[in-house]
């Protein structure tokens, strides 16, 4: 599916924050649609190709949880989760989820404004004039299709996965510190905030089903193929 990066869906039912967003984001150039439970914003979600999803987590009928789960089986569109819940368990479990992003309400319009661009940013297809196709064992990745294989089957990864397994698989024989793969993937400078990488690794782990990602320990992550591979 061919994402349209200038869409964006809100799904949050608080008619003030989603009006507010909407009108925020009409003027900078969105195209803004609004869910207001989570049944009607999962629905969308798996219907359009949207450039970004903004989710709020307490919804009616589906929780943002339960939306979240279900629409990272279908697309791996960049989703910022909006929350009132502040306990970093939250965050690390929704990172788990697949969520890029998160932010605690209330938040401030113009930081999500750059953090809806740098998500679009990273995960955008952007055009080459030949396929650059890497391999390493069962994984081949396709940079300018943008789409990740084991043994000829699709996987569905996040923008963050997809940018932590790009950057691993053209540089097979180096160890990344997690500050490495934060300032490159990211795009910020790293605050020592390990949960963030870790759950990330452990959800691309999960999803190639391999430990072709390997722990060096004190000094970050490589690649390697192993016996059992």
């Known amino acids: 599916m061919e994402f349209n990066n200038n869409t964006i869906l ?6 003030e924050i989603s009006s ?3 009108e925020f984001l009409s003027q900078n150039a969105f195209k803004p649609s609004v869910a207001v439970n989570g049944i009607e914003g999962l629905r969308m979600a798996q219907s ?10 307490m919804l009616p009928y589906k929780s943002g949880d339960e939306v979240l789960k279900e629409l990272r089986a279908v697309s791996g569109a960049p989703v910022i989760v909006l929350s009132a819940k502040e306990l970093t368990r939250n965050k690390i479990e929704l990172l788990e989820l697949g969520a890029d992003d998160y932010m605690t309400k209330p938040f401030d319009l113009h ?12 995960h955008v297809n952007i055009s080459s004039p030949q396929n650059a196709v890497f391999e390493f064992g069962p994984i081949s990745i396709d940079t300018t299709a943008r789409t990740v294989t084991i043994n ?20 097979p024989e180096k160890v990344f510190s997690k500050q490495n793969l934060y300032e490159s993937v990211w795009g910020e400078q ?25 722990t060096v320990w004190g000094m970050g992550y490589k690649l390697e193929i192993l016996d059992n591979l």
């Open 10 to 15: 809100i799904i949050e039912d608080d008619n």
């Open 20 to 22: 507010m967003l909407s």
């Open 48 to 57: 359009e190709p949207y450039g970004c999803v903004l989710l709020d987590l």
């Open 111 to 122: 930081e999500l404004l750059a953090r809806i661009h740098a998500n679009i940013k990273r």
């Open 152 to 171: 000829g089957q699709q996987a569905e990864l996040t923008a963050k996965e997809y940018g932590i397994l790009e950057l691993m698989l053209k540089n």
């Open 190 to 214: 790293y605050a020592y905030d390990n949960d963030t990488i870790n759950t990330h690794v452990s959800n691309l782990r999960r999803k190639l089903d391999s430990n072709i990602i390997k």
